[in-house]
């Protein structure tokens, strides 16, 4: 994994986009290209435009490469003390603060101490990592002003085939590790489903089985979401499982390519999130994040006849 270093010009920003997802209010980005390199990652058809990119000469969508900004800490500290109307902070929105290349120079906990330094401020973790564990000192310090969530995207049976597509995470058992070790040092937890890819996340065992070990670790929220189909996610998803050799689960990512396949796949998806949150835990705290464009008429007004949970983009 190649990593790039460049100087980025923000550090804590508002963020109207993460608020409507009920998410927060303001982010952080540690850079541009996360080391995790998800296949079906749909961040470089938001920033493919960023001129990081064509100043050091690569695309966007490439992969095999991190692009870092080492200096965000000191810009977070200025911007959390100067900034007035305070929130609460998603670290991060864009890459993760825990990824292979902003663990090498501690972005994560070094963000962390900028922002809960100072007063008025909460953060949300999202990460994919279980190096965040090396942070929970800092964690248990401002315990009340942190929500934490490793992103969960399958069951631990289907540990393997998340390698592909998420090769350089932390694999599922380990992220699930984490959770509960949060949950018995009393922190405050909040669950990530997202993606739940078709045929590899979504049946109603498995959303059955995710959404116990949600509320196993005290989760105070359940956060999911479809696949996104924009830009080639779908598609290098796709060839990787293929040329893993998991054929059916290939197939399957590849039926969804069609409008109409992934409209049902979402109908479908928020159906069972539904039955089983009511069913394990507490449908209030459900939080299906989802963009309507590319629904059928039929899937919208099905979907629309009973929205619980449901957070409209």
């Known amino acids: 994994m190649k990593t790039y270093t460049y100087q980025m010009k923000t550090g804590i920003v508002r963020t109207k986009e993460f608020e409507r997802k009920c998410l927060a209010t303001h982010g952080v980005n ?25 100043q050091l000469n690569i695309s966007a969508f490439d992969n095999g490469y991190a692009l870092v900004a080492p200096d965000t800490p000191q810009r977070v500290a200025h911007d959390s003390k100067h900034i007035k109307n305070r929130g609460m902070i998603q670290l991060c929105t864009i890459s993760d603060a825990w990824s292979p290349e902003a663990q090498k120079y501690d972005l994560g906990r070094k963000c962390l101490e900028a922002v809960l330094s100072k007063p008025g401020w909460t953060v949300r973790i999202l990460t994919k990592n279980a190096a965040v564990e090396n942070d929970f ?53 909040y669950a990530m489903l997202c993606p739940l890819l078709p045929g590899i996340a979504d049946s109603p065992d498995q959303i059955d089985e995710l959404v116990k070990k949600a509320a196993d670790f005290g989760a105070e929220e359940i ?91």
Request: charge should be positive; include cysteine.
């Open 30 to 54: 540690v850079g541009l290209k996360c080391g995790h390199d998800c296949t079906y990652c749909s961040t470089p058809t938001m920033i493919r435009a960023h001129k990081a990119f064509k």
């Open 137 to 189: 000192d800092i964690i248990s310090k401002y315990r009340d002003r942190v929500l934490l969530g490793l992103s969960i995207t399958a069951t631990p049976d289907k540990t393997n085939i998340i390698s592909i597509t998420e090769p350089n995470a932390s694999p599922i058992p380990e992220r699930l590790q984490v959770m509960q070790k949060a949950k018995t040092s009393g922190f405050r937890t």
């Open 223 to 313: 956060f999911a979401e479809a696949v996104n189909p924009r830009g080639r996610g779908l598609i290098l998803t796709q060839q990787a499982l293929e040329n893993a050799g998991f054929h059916n689960e290939a197939k399957t990512v590849e039926t969804i390519r069609s409008q109409v396949n992934w409209s049902s796949y979402v109908a479908k998806l928020i159906r069972n999130l539904q039955q089983s949150v009511r069913k394990y835990s507490d449908i209030n705290k459900l939080r299906f994040l989802l963009y309507p464009k590319g629904l059928t008429t039929n899937d919208l007004t099905e979907i629309k006849n009973d929205d619980a949970g449901v957070i409209w983009l």
